[in-house]
């Protein structure tokens, strides 16, 4: 059979549904590519280089290479600002799209602009008032969010579900003063902050940070919240983000409060050792900061030693935040017709193939069915790619 | 800027057998899903019958069973694949589309052109007894040992009313593999009469899915964790462990009727012999691929060369899947029809100047060249035109398409001549990196010096000698050589080769009395847009301190 008017769908622009339409399309499939916000790149698209002066793997490049395959590959149509309607199924998958109802996080600027030099548009009004209220900030080449996403219907053969996940939300945790105290950032604002900056400052003051606290677990493995996961990405990108401060700057005093420390790269026990004689590990997860005078936080947490109580402050401290499961997955899930697991990621057929799912022709890619990090997406989403091959009968 | 335009283009046919060799349950789904596809596959076993080491990989797949039983009976009568048992590989020569494989069975030795090849081995266990100051003894048992009797009905019954303590992520660093085992163990035992267990941990490697689900079910039915940083006090031989507990600041002292210890996953002992065979490198701990992202998830630094699950690092039958379907995907689009396009020009040597001095050969990280009878041989589809062997050469025997020396040397001179701005910074940059970081720093309104010039290579090791030293020739201030980091260079030793031609040519400068400050090698990435402006921003600032170059 050949590849000819084979149509298929990826709902989600970002690594694993990037990765899935550019797999299928190295097969002459038609993919229409489906992403919400006005931009291609997810969360991984935000990543920074975690390379000391050598690559730590923490896979931020490969996100960069995969977007930029995806932009160039005629056989990707990609509808931005789009979102999924309506399902009709009738032979042949029939999707109704809709505009989506993206808006921004911060809508204090007119204008938004993506992670990526790969972003097209790269800017989108998103404000057109405070647009007009100062046009030369505007620039060339900005499209109005307004004029963007797709509606209408599209038939194709198959789905892929890639709508990712959602960074856990630290205000939930509220003793740790996320977005009370400007210091305490979550790991992802810390992406951002090295990508933008590539230094670490204190958005305070905007001074380099010395005494640096992490926190794991922020959000996984948590029974209060019902969280009973771990999200596998957060130890090793709270050791990389550490190592890369402190080969930036050597007199950094970096501490990590945790429980078990997960494994990251595949010489994971001499990674953890060379991190073990460069900062200070405490097996205990602190639950309460108090604000200091100059913005800087002070931590209550139990002394292995002694087992006495020590007050200890920090400039700088990082909550290494978790994947929970995306805010679109009980719609998408009843859209689909598709079941979510107990931890309301998306369910697999079962362990070995966890990216077919129960409902025909409807096949998932990376976080949407639970944690992985970026190279797990990607291998994932070529799982999807080659079960949705198999499923269209394409040799 | 010159783009890599490799227009004229010629058809080859290539051979679209496969070799997988390992006959586990990974070579299995390995072979089955190839075959599917279309293609024959020869599937080589060293041991006398498929599927045998059923070992560890199957904890916690009890559903699934039935389904791998049905896909080694379906392999077994699927007339594309030839299985040959108690075999092994000997010898491969060529490159991808074009391998000759030799096989030894018995006394024969069996002959096969194929299109790529998938090592799909599995991995070993290895007993950590000797770590925990342990020896062998009734009461001591591996967790091979406990997994035995766990799946034997009459041995059941023996654990009832039985303390059972696991030592765990102690005498190694572990994974969520061996934590599994623990898991599912303690589980079973949990299930049996009076079976206590307590549970001796370091880091509990958690980060698999359902692993914490399991945790938390085994500690409600009354399993016992201590956390530690050390190993525990083991007396005699393992009649009692004592710790002190840091939060109860005390003793606490445990006397079990048997003890479990954890067991090393460790790579296959074929696997060293394989990457001798084939070319390709041993990564971190024996594992056949390097720790580089580009090669994620299943290639090796050999095109046409796959690897698969244990293969590649530890991993659970889930993760062995997700791999051999990408591998299916790879071997697809691969091998295709059996016919390839690839260009005339990728990487092209003249006969006339190549003495098969073979440096070529031994520099090219791809496994790409061979000889023939008057010259060295680049084969179209495995090379992957990092240039490499180009610079190396000591004939400059060798050209790469649309990166040739006079066109380079050409952009060098219209770099350093053409537009305005001083002082002069002349960049050559990875194509996959710097040249990447550099548009997005331009696109972003980073800060970039009004005399930068970047010059795109298709990998920092095309960057020649002749390149820099031409440069400074034709009047510029500065020079950075932007590679990617080490270890991610997507031809391995790209950047490698770059620093030390940097290196050489700090020497030389030292010579003609030119300022080292002037000449830069640095490690970037695609995505680092700010870090890119603020190296370049920095060099400007040091060439001015310098004042502008005496060769002007």
Same mark, same amino acid.
């Given at each position: 059979?050949?590849?000819?008017?084979?149509?298929?769908?990826?709902?989600?622009?970002?690594?694993?549904?990037?990765?899935?339409?550019?797999?299928?399309?190295?097969?002459?499939?038609?993919?229409?590519?489906?992403?919400?916000?006005?931009?291609?790149?997810?969360?991984?698209?935000?990543?920074?280089?975690?390379?000391?002066?050598?690559?730590?793997?923490?896979?931020?490049?490969?996100?960069?290479?995969?977007?930029?395959?995806?932009?160039?590959?005629?056989?990707?149509?990609?509808?931005?600002?789009?979102?999924?309607?309506?399902?009709?199924?009738?032979?042949?998958?029939?999707?109704?799209?809709?505009?989506?109802?993206?808006?921004?996080?911060?809508?204090?600027?007119?204008?938004?602009?993506?992670?990526?030099?790969?972003?097209?548009?790269?800017?989108?009004?998103?404000?057109?008032?405070?647009?007009?209220?100062?046009?030369?900030?505007?620039?060339?080449?900005?499209?109005?969010?307004?004029?963007?996403?797709?509606?209408?219907?599209?038939?194709?053969?198959?789905?892929?579900?890639?709508?990712?996940?959602?960074?856990?939300?630290?205000?939930?945790?509220?003793?740790?003063?996320?977005?009370?105290?400007?210091?305490?950032?979550?790991?992802?604002?810390?992406?951002?902050?090295?990508?933008?900056?590539?230094?670490?400052?204190?958005?305070?003051?905007?001074?380099?940070?010395?005494?640096?606290?992490?926190?794991?677990?922020?959000?996984?493995?948590?029974?209060?919240?019902?969280?009973?996961?771990?999200?596998?990405?957060?130890?090793?990108?709270?050791?990389?983000?550490?190592?890369?401060?402190?080969?930036?700057?050597?007199?950094?005093?970096?501490?990590?409060?945790?429980?078990?420390?997960?494994?990251?790269?595949?010489?994971?026990?001499?990674?953890?050792?060379?991190?073990?004689?460069?900062?200070?590990?405490?097996?205990?997860?602190?639950?309460?900061?108090?604000?200091?005078?100059?913005?800087?936080?002070?931590?209550?947490?139990?002394?292995?030693?002694?087992?006495?109580?020590?007050?200890?402050?920090?400039?700088?401290?990082?909550?290494?935040?978790?994947?929970?499961?995306?805010?679109?997955?009980?719609?998408?899930?009843?859209?689909?017709?598709?079941?979510?697991?107990?931890?309301?990621?998306?369910?697999?057929?079962?362990?070995?193939?966890?990216?077919?799912?129960?409902?025909?022709?409807?096949?998932?890619?990376?976080?949407?069915?639970?944690?992985?990090?970026?190279?797990?997406?990607?291998?994932?989403?070529?799982?999807?790619?080659?079960?949705?091959?198999?499923?269209?009968?394409?040799? | 800027?010159?783009?890599?335009?490799?227009?004229?283009?010629?058809?080859?046919?290539?051979?679209?057998?496969?070799?997988?060799?390992?006959?586990?349950?990974?070579?299995?789904?390995?072979?089955?899903?190839?075959?599917?596809?279309?293609?024959?596959?020869?599937?080589?076993?060293?041991?006398?019958?498929?599927?045998?080491?059923?070992?560890?990989?199957?904890?916690?797949?009890?559903?699934?069973?039935?389904?791998?039983?049905?896909?080694?009976?379906?392999?077994?009568?699927?007339?594309?694949? #030839?299985?040959?048992?108690?075999?092994?590989?000997?010898?491969?020569?060529?490159?991808?589309?074009?391998?000759?494989?030799?096989?030894?069975?018995?006394?024969?030795?069996?002959?096969?052109?194929?299109?790529?090849?998938?090592?799909?081995?599995?991995?070993?266990?290895?007993?950590?007894?000797?770590?925990?100051?342990?020896?062998?003894?009734?009461?001591?048992?591996?967790?091979?040992?406990?997994?035995?009797?766990?799946?034997?009905?009459?041995?059941?019954?023996?654990?009832?009313?039985?303390?059972?303590?696991?030592?765990?992520?102690?005498?190694?660093?572990?994974?969520?593999?061996?934590?599994?085992?623990?898991?599912?163990?303690?589980?079973?035992?949990?299930?049996?009469?009076?079976?206590?267990?307590?549970?001796?941990?370091?880091?509990?490697?958690?980060?698999?899915?359902?692993?914490?689900? &399991?945790?938390?079910?085994?500690?409600?039915?009354?399993?016992?964790?201590?956390?530690?940083?050390?190993?525990?006090?083991?007396?005699?031989?393992?009649?009692?462990?004592?710790?002190?507990?840091?939060?109860?600041?005390?003793?606490?002292?445990?006397?079990?009727?048997?003890?479990?210890?954890?067991?090393?996953?460790?790579?296959?002992?074929?696997? #060293?012999?394989?990457?001798?065979?084939?070319?390709?490198?041993?990564?971190?701990?024996?594992?056949?691929?390097?720790?580089?992202?580009?090669?994620?998830?299943?290639?090796?630094?050999?095109?046409?060369?796959?690897?698969?699950?244990?293969?590649?690092?530890?991993?659970?039958?889930?993760?062995?899947?997700?791999?051999?379907?990408?591998?299916?995907?790879?071997?697809?689009?691969?091998?295709?029809?059996?016919?390839?396009?690839?260009?005339?020009?990728?990487?092209?040597?003249?006969?006339?100047?190549?003495?098969?001095?073979?440096?070529?050969?031994?520099?090219?990280?791809?496994?790409?060249?061979?000889?023939?009878?008057?010259?060295?041989?680049?084969?179209?589809?495995?090379?992957?035109?990092?240039?490499?062997?180009?610079? #190396?050469?000591?004939?400059?025997?060798?050209?790469?398409?649309?990166?040739?020396?006079?066109?380079?040397?050409?952009?060098?001179?219209?770099?350093?001549?053409?537009?305005?701005?001083?002082?002069?910074?002349?960049?050559?940059?990875?194509?996959?990196?710097?040249?990447?970081?550099?548009? &997005?720093?331009?696109?972003?309104?980073?800060?970039?010096?009004?005399?930068?010039? &970047?010059?795109?290579?298709?990998?920092?090791?095309?960057?020649?000698?002749?390149?820099?030293?031409?440069?400074?020739?034709?009047?510029?201030?500065?020079?950075?050589?932007?590679?990617?980091?080490?270890?991610?260079?997507?031809?391995?030793?790209?950047?490698?080769?770059?620093?030390?031609?940097?290196?050489?040519?700090?020497?030389?400068?030292?010579?003609?009395?030119?300022?080292?400050?002037?000449?830069?090698?640095?490690?970037?990435?695609?995505?680092?847009?700010?870090?890119?402006?603020?190296?370049?921003?920095?060099?400007?600032?040091?060439?001015?301190?310098?004042?502008?170059?005496?060769?002007?």
């Amino acid at each position: 059979m050949s590849t000819e008017n084979k149509k298929v769908m990826v709902v989600g622009g970002g690594i694993a549904g990037l990765t899935a339409a550019w797999e299928l399309s190295r097969f002459n499939i038609d993919v229409e590519l489906i992403e919400k916000t006005p931009f291609l790149g997810g969360y991984a698209i935000r990543y920074c280089c975690k390379a000391t002066d050598e690559c730590r793997q923490c896979g931020a490049c490969t996100v960069e290479a995969m977007l930029k395959n995806v932009v160039n590959e005629p056989k990707i149509k990609v509808h931005l600002a789009t979102d999924v309607e309506k399902i009709n199924n009738r032979g042949r998958l029939s999707v109704d799209l809709k505009k989506s109802s993206y808006k921004p996080d911060s809508a204090t600027e007119g204008v938004v602009r993506g992670y990526s030099k790969n972003n097209s548009p790269l800017h989108v009004i998103v404000d057109k008032e405070k647009c007009e209220e100062n046009p030369d900030a505007v620039p060339e080449g900005a499209v109005e969010l307004d004029t963007m996403g797709f509606s209408g219907k599209l038939d194709v053969d198959a789905v892929i579900l890639a709508s990712g996940f959602k960074p856990f939300d630290a205000e939930q945790k509220g003793t740790y003063g996320y977005k009370k105290f400007p210091n305490v950032v979550t790991g992802m604002d810390l992406e951002l902050i090295i990508r933008e900056n590539a230094i670490v400052v204190r958005p305070s003051d905007g001074k380099t940070a010395q005494k640096i606290a992490f926190i794991q677990c922020v959000g996984s493995r948590d029974e209060s919240l019902g969280n009973l996961w771990c999200s596998q990405v957060c130890c090793p990108y709270a050791l990389r983000m550490a190592e890369r401060i402190k080969h930036k700057n050597a007199d950094a005093e970096i501490t990590v409060f945790y429980m078990d420390i997960q494994n990251a790269g595949k010489d994971y026990a001499g990674f953890y050792e060379k991190c073990k004689t460069e900062f200070r590990f405490v097996r205990n997860i602190p639950v309460d900061v108090f604000p200091m005078e100059n913005d800087s936080l002070s931590m209550r947490y139990m002394n292995e030693e002694d087992g006495l109580c020590i007050n200890e402050e920090f400039d700088l401290l990082v909550l290494s935040v978790g994947i929970v499961p995306g805010p679109d997955n009980s719609n998408l899930a009843d859209l689909f017709d598709v079941g979510l697991n107990e931890d309301g990621f998306f369910a697999g057929i079962d362990k070995l193939n966890s990216t077919s799912t129960l409902k025909d022709g409807i096949f998932l890619a990376g976080t949407v069915g639970g944690p992985k990090d970026i190279a797990a997406s990607m291998a994932h989403a070529g799982q999807a790619a080659s079960e949705v091959i198999k499923h269209l009968g394409v040799s | 800027m010159t783009d890599m335009k490799n227009t004229d283009m010629e058809e080859i046919n290539i051979a679209t057998d496969v070799l997988v060799l390992g006959g586990g349950l990974t070579g299995i789904k390995a072979a089955s899903e190839i075959a599917g596809s279309g293609y024959k596959v020869i599937l080589v076993e060293k041991d006398a019958e498929l599927g045998s080491k059923k070992g560890p990989e199957l904890i916690g797949l009890k559903e699934e069973y039935k389904g791998l039983q049905d896909l080694e009976d379906k392999i077994k009568t699927d007339s594309n694949v #030839e299985i040959l048992t108690q075999a092994s590989l000997v010898s491969a020569a060529g490159v991808t589309g074009d391998f000759t494989a030799r096989l030894s069975k018995g006394k024969k030795v069996i002959e096969h052109n194929v299109g790529a090849i998938v090592v799909a081995t599995d991995f070993a266990t290895g007993s950590l007894n000797e770590k925990y100051g342990l020896s062998p003894a009734d009461n001591v048992l591996t967790q091979s040992r406990m997994d035995e009797l766990l799946a034997s009905e009459a041995d059941k019954e023996k654990l009832a009313n039985k303390t059972v303590a696991f030592l765990v992520g102690l005498g190694q660093e572990g994974n969520p593999l061996v934590l599994e085992r623990v898991l599912k163990s303690t589980l079973a035992l949990q299930e049996i009469d009076g079976c206590d267990v307590y549970i001796y941990a370091g880091d509990l490697k958690v980060a698999s899915n359902g692993l914490e689900r &399991m945790y938390k079910e085994s500690r409600e039915k009354g399993a016992v964790y201590f956390k530690l940083t050390e190993k525990p006090e083991i007396i005699e031989n393992g009649k009692t462990i004592s710790f002190f507990d840091t939060v109860a600041r005390r003793n606490i002292e445990i006397s079990p009727d048997l003890i479990v210890v954890e067991e090393e996953l460790r790579a296959d002992q074929l696997n #060293e012999r394989i990457a001798e065979i084939l070319k390709i490198d041993v990564g971190p701990l024996g594992f056949l691929q390097n720790d580089n992202v580009h090669f994620f998830p299943v290639r090796s630094n050999r095109d046409g060369i796959f690897v698969a699950g244990s293969t590649r690092e530890i991993s659970g039958l889930p993760s062995a899947w997700t791999d051999v379907e990408n591998i299916a995907l790879e071997v697809r689009d691969l091998l295709g029809d059996g016919k390839k396009s690839v260009a005339k020009n990728k990487a092209v040597v003249n006969e006339d100047k190549c003495v098969i001095c073979l440096t070529c050969y031994r520099c090219c990280p791809h496994g790409a060249i061979y000889w023939g009878d008057k010259k060295a041989v680049i084969s179209p589809v495995a090379c992957q035109g990092c240039g490499i062997c180009a610079s #190396e050469c000591p004939m400059d025997a060798i050209q790469i398409g649309g990166f040739s020396d006079e066109e380079m040397i050409e952009e060098v001179k219209s770099g350093v001549a053409s537009g305005n701005g001083t002082p002069r910074i002349l960049a050559f940059c990875c194509q996959n990196s710097a040249f990447e970081a550099g548009e &997005m720093a331009d696109i972003f309104k980073m800060q970039l010096p009004d005399g930068l010039r &970047m010059i795109k290579v298709p990998c920092a090791g095309k960057i020649d000698l002749d390149y820099i030293l031409n440069a400074f020739v034709a009047g510029a201030d500065g020079i950075l050589v932007m590679a990617c980091h080490p270890g991610n260079c997507k031809s391995e030793k790209g950047n490698t080769y770059a620093q030390w031609r940097v290196n050489d040519a700090y020497r030389m400068l030292e010579e003609v009395g030119l300022e080292k400050d002037r000449l830069c090698f640095v490690g970037t990435a695609s995505n680092m847009g700010s870090g890119f402006s603020s190296i370049v921003v920095d060099m400007e600032k040091r060439i001015n301190e310098l004042g502008l170059s005496p060769l002007k």
